[in-house]
């Protein structure tokens, strides 16, 4: 574009010189004068007036013998092109690169030029000339244009010979190429690749890192098919994303996330604290309730002296050999040590740690992909080019996935008009009375129950304290607390829903997050006045009460029993709701249409029961019941089939547009905002204020856990002088926590203002690009309309000069 | 060099397995599938070719609008007649895999669009796209007056040089906005 091409080969040189010297193109009227001098000068040469600046060709009725045109654009200047025209047109590379083999090659030639180039010392830019166009120096393009196939397939293999094996193999996989060329290409590299290394004699270390590099390569991949032949549930999340699409398929992909948490939180537990316990078993003491059947609900009674709870871990040192006793097998002096209370401490600690980095990670990938930079209001091409599921299988869903789109491009192109339609103040008072109403109501609604909670809870507790010895009476009773929690949290969503119906919403995503917020602050309620419940009055009385003097395991059997009852809502709910909702649709109100699956009420259930099981009470709940990820396991097991041929028989794809990605952002959000921040609060105050009881705990004998682990150190400190500096460390870190979480915070945000100025400057970068590409897409429709007018030139030679040359000075005279 | 009888070779094998996107359990699954759908005495045939029609037989395509697009971009026949070899099936399953970079996945989504496969996406690609997508039945078709409409629209958004047509750096900009565009771009067999 600097030097050649459209203006015959014998450009004289000093067009080059006469810009520079003139500086910038600032003054237009010098570029102008210089561009209209070159064109006066080449009339001259070749006999024509080619004056003529842009134009627009009005038809030539005269002109027999017309090449086929065809519309460029359908704006109302209508251009029309010839066919030379448009044979140069369509091979411009903005539009080969899209079919044909040869673009694609010298695209990715270029590509790994700029790979090895980024391997290599910069060229300085004082190499290169200076141009008319700034943006594309330094970048030596290459006019590739009149390279054969073969010479541009050559140097493509050179360059991708010498690039590193990693990266060849990840730019052969990304090209897109049919596999028969690729596979050529690789043939030939490796070919040349072998030729190379013959000639020259490697160093045996570099040979040696290849060949452990090959290794391990091999050995990565064949983990990778490991673990992909081990994929869990492949078939039916297939089938659910045949009929469902990709709202549906998020739910349960949720789920199965959800499933191997639990899943590496069992394995770490287990294999440090159950493990050793359950092998070295303490001695039983000999009142031991039987087991009857209602242990599995309540948790109690048979369940309270097994490794289910807390209270049953041992504080000392296992294996547990009183000094005198010397019968026991395992007390020989060569057996092992283990001591339980630290791993006990440092285990949940680790966890609570590894499960904080998997989530803050995963929240910040999934919030990256989701979030876009670009805030331009694009949002019909994007709904055009980016709606259709390709996992949609099943015609009938096919037939509701084409219907939804064409409701969805309705709207957005009815948007524009609606806009316009007035909102008299009576409808906007009449629609925020409305709002304002169904808030009273629901916020209302919440805060009645969360007081019934509390009273109940209280006289609950009260009547377990004053009664008398256990008996299965007292036991079933001790269930009603989590059915009343469990009932509040089944009604309470209807009643949302009931209020969401007579509200009206400008946009659909609207709706969803007034719903999701609501149930929010439900759920939030409800675990607080729980939590509340838990360690203020119930570990506060530990002193008043022997029922309560190992109140570490009755939390955990609370725990187990909300866990357990919640989960027997949840199936009644799904298969007496869901069923009876759809027969109800069908025979009475005839409908055809069933019930849509409705996603965020199902996956904050998810969450709410993850977070009974993990989060807010829950690393009360790991540290109360180190079992409880696996009942967690089997509870997500069976939720997965039974929700799976529930949603299979009695619901419907949905019909309502749902942001797979955004949406699964919010949950992860949700997942780790205020489930875990508000679990490592509640961790926090567990640990470091409140009194263990004395008798049933592995921190046995110590005021508050904390200190137990203290003089752990201090023990190990006093055994090995070099352990010094983790007194210390733990001294700083772990007795102050509020240094800890304010150094945190004012990292964090460091770095929050850092991303957020990159940010900005991308946006500015993208603004001022965007002009850019539209001044070069000026520059090519004048280019064109130069060759249009060229060719037409050499078909009617000199029939018009004298017409076309009074035209010319018309125009200038304008200007 | 194609497949052999009905067992793929072992270095085959690890060669699609370094060119595409799919893992070894995928290549051997995508090769059980279409020796399925050859004749018998089709299977002895060193390289194999699967007429259009078998291959839209295939559940995970039958129901697809864009079905008959999909099996000419992947083809490499000189008939241009959409019939595949076990490669180009490779190719199609690479590329609309779960391992694919957006880049590639843009790159096909731009040339299955491109109905007259002139390298943009002018107005009649964007009316047949349009007509894929809202379906067969009159009631969900747009009149001709929104398609005008929506086709302005999408060519003001879309549309950075004003030429007239979305080419496929434009194309890969758009798609580049949208988070969800990599999750929809999937067939699993």
Redesign the interface.
């Known amino acids: 574009l600097q030097q050649s091409g459209l203006f015959g080969p014998n450009v004289p040189q000093k067009e080059d010189s006469e810009y520079g010297q003139q500086g910038s193109p600032a003054d237009e009227n010098v570029v102008h004068d210089s561009f209209s001098q070159l064109i006066a000068e080449q009339s001259q040469n070749e006999g024509l007036s080619d004056a003529i600046e842009l134009q627009h060709l009005q038809g030539n009725p005269d002109d027999k013998g017309r090449d086929n045109v065809a519309y460029?654009?359908?704006?109302e200047n209508r251009d029309r092109w010839s066919s030379a025209t448009l044979k140069i047109l369509?091979s411009m590379p903005?539009?080969?690169?899209?079919?044909?083999r040869g673009a694609i090659i010298s695209q990715y030639y270029n590509r790994t030029t700029e790979l090895r180039r980024r391997t290599q010392k910069r060229a300085s830019i004082k190499d290169f000339s200076r141009s008319a166009r700034p943006s594309i120096r330094g970048y030596g393009v290459e006019v590739d244009t009149t390279d054969s196939a073969e010479k541009k397939q050559e140097r493509l293999v050179k360059n991708l010979q010498d690039l590193s094996a990693v990266d060849r193999?990840r730019m052969?996989?990304?090209m897109?190429l049919?596999?028969?060329e690729?596979?050529d290409l690789?043939r030939l590299t490796l070919e040349m690749t072998k030729r190379t290394r013959s000639s020259s004699n490697l160093p045996c270390c570099s040979y040696l890192k290849f060949q452990i590099i090959l290794a391990l390569r091999h050995s990565w991949?064949s983990c990778?098919?490991f673990l992909?032949?081990l994929q869990l549930w492949q078939m039916p999340l297939?089938r659910v994303s045949g009929r469902f699409g990709?709202g549906v398929l998020s739910y349960f992909l949720f789920l199965k996330t959800l499933l191997f948490f639990n899943v590496f939180l069992f394995l770490v537990l287990g294999s440090f604290l159950v493990f050793p316990q359950a092998v070295y078993l303490p001695e039983l003491p000999e009142s031991r309730t039987p087991f009857t059947g209602l242990e599995l609900l309540t948790g109690g009674g048979y369940f309270s002296n097994t490794l289910l709870y807390y209270g049953y871990y041992s504080n000392h040192t296992l294996p547990n050999c009183p000094k005198n006793n010397s019968t026991r097998p395992e007390c020989d002096s060569r057996s092992l040590s283990y001591n339980m209370p630290l791993a006990y401490f440092f285990t949940i600690g680790l966890s609570f740690f590894i499960t904080c980095i998997i989530l803050v990670y995963s929240m910040s990938k999934s919030f990256g992909?989701?979030f876009?930079i670009?805030k331009?209001n694009?949002m019909?091409?994007?709904k055009?080019?980016?709606?259709?599921?390709?996992?949609?299988?099943?015609?009938s869903s096919?037939?509701l996935l084409?219907?939804n789109?064409?409701t969805q491009?309705?709207e957005l192109?009815g948007d524009t008009h609606h806009r316009l339609v007035s909102n008299t103040i009576l409808d906007k008072l009449i629609k925020l009375l409305i709002h304002g109403l169904s808030w009273t109501l629901c916020l209302g609604a919440t805060a009645g129950c969360v007081a019934g909670i509390y009273c109940f809870s209280d006289y609950m507790h009260k009547k377990v304290r004053l009664s008398g010895d256990p008996g299965l009476l007292k036991e079933a009773s001790l269930l009603a607390l989590p059915v009343l929690v469990s009932f509040i949290n089944l009604m309470l969503p209807i009643l949302f829903q009931l209020t969401a119906w007579m509200e009206k919403y400008n946009s659909p995503s609207l709706r969803t997050f007034v719903s999701l917020s609501r149930n929010l602050i439900l759920k939030v309620s409800v675990l607080g006045v729980l939590c509340f419940h838990w360690l203020k009055r119930v570990a506060g009385s530990a002193n008043d009460d022997k029922t309560f003097k190992c109140w570490e395991s009755f939390v955990g059997q609370d725990l187990y029993r909300f866990l357990v009852i919640d989960f027997i809502f949840s199936l009644l709910d799904t298969l007496f709701g869901e069923l009876l909702w759809r027969l109800f649709s069908d025979k009475v109100l005839k409908r055809n249409r069933r019930p849509g699956f409705d996603i965020a009420k199902n996956v904050l259930d998810l969450i709410y029961g993850q977070t009974l099981a993990w989060y807010r009470p829950c690393c009360l709940g790991l540290l109360f019941t180190p079992l409880l990820p696996a009942v967690q396991i089997l509870k997500l097991l069976l939720l997965f089939y039974i929700k799976m041929s529930s949603v299979m028989m009695n619901c419907q794809a949905p019909s309502r547009p749902y942001?797979?990605?955004?949406m699964t952002t919010i949950f992860i959000t949700l997942l780790c905002f205020p489930s875990f921040l508000g679990s490592s609060v509640c961790v926090t105050y567990t640990m470091w204020r409140l009194p263990s009881s004395g008798s049933c705990d592995p921190f046995r004998g110590n005021k508050t856990m904390i200190q137990a682990g203290k003089q752990r150190i201090a023990e190990l400190v006093d055994e090995n002088r070099s352990l010094s500096f983790l007194a210390d460390a733990h001294t700083y870190l772990v007795e102050n926590p509020l240094f800890l979480f304010v150094g945190a915070a004012i990292f964090l945000w460091i770095v929050i203002y850092f991303q957020s100025q990159v940010v900005d400057g991308q946006r500015k970068i993208i603004a001022l690009l965007?002009e850019q590409?539209?001044n070069?897409?000026?520059d090519?429709?004048f280019l064109i309309t130069r060759l249009q007018s060229v060719h037409e030139r050499k078909r009617t030679p000199a029939r018009n000069l004298p017409s076309q040359v009074s035209l010319w000075i018309a125009e200038r005279r304008a200007c | 060099?194609g497949t052999t009888a009905s067992q793929l070779a072992k270095d085959s094998l690890s060669?699609?397995?370094?060119?595409?996107?799919l893992?070894?359990?995928?290549i051997l699954l995508a090769h059980r599938r279409f020796t399925e759908l050859l004749d018998r005495d089709e299977r002895n045939h060193p390289n194999p070719r699967v007429p259009m029609e078998v291959i839209l037989t295939l559940?995970?395509l039958?129901?697809?609008?864009?079905k008959t697009r999909i099996c000419q971009v992947?083809s490499?026949s000189e008939d241009k007649d959409g019939s595949l070899t076990f490669?180009?099936f490779?190719?199609l399953l690479s590329?609309?895999s779960d391992s694919a970079?957006l880049?590639?996945k843009s790159?096909?989504?731009?040339?299955i669009?491109?109905f007259d496969?002139?390298?943009?996406l002018d107005?009649g690609d964007?009316e047949k796209?349009?007509n894929c997508?809202?379906?067969e039945?009159e009631d969900?078709?747009?009149s001709s007056e929104?398609m005008r409409?929506?086709?302005?629209?999408?060519?003001d958004?879309?549309d950075?040089?004003?030429?007239?047509?979305v080419?496929?750096?434009e194309?890969q900009h758009?798609?580049s906005?949208?988070?969800?565009?990599v999750?929809?771009?999937?067939?699993?067999l």
Not at chain 1, 384 to 395: A, H
Not at chain 1, 659 to 662: A, D, F, K, P, T
Not at chain 2, 15 to 21: D, I, P, V
């Open positions: 460029l654009s359908p704006s369509s903005s539009r080969t690169i899209g079919r044909s193999m052969l996989k990304e897109p049919n596999l028969s690729k596979k690789r991949y990778l098919s992909h032949s297939k990709s992909q989701s876009r670009d331009s694009g019909l091409a994007m055009v080019f980016c709606s259709w599921d390709f996992k949609v299988i099943k015609r096919v037939k084409s219907e789109i064409c491009l309705k192109l942001r797979v990605s955004q965007q590409i539209e070069e897409g000026e090519k429709k | 060099m060669e699609y397995q370094e060119l595409t996107f893992t070894k359990q995928e559940p995970e039958k129901s697809n609008p864009f992947f490499t490669e180009d490779l190719d590329a609309f970079t880049e590639i790159h096909y989504a731009f040339r669009f491109d496969d002139d390298g943009t107005c964007l796209l349009v997508l809202t379906g039945t969900t078709r747009l929104e409409q929506l086709i302005n629209n999408i060519l958004e879309s950075i040089d004003k030429d007239g047509t080419n496929l750096s194309f758009v798609i906005r949208s988070p969800d565009f999750s929809s771009f999937k067939i699993v």
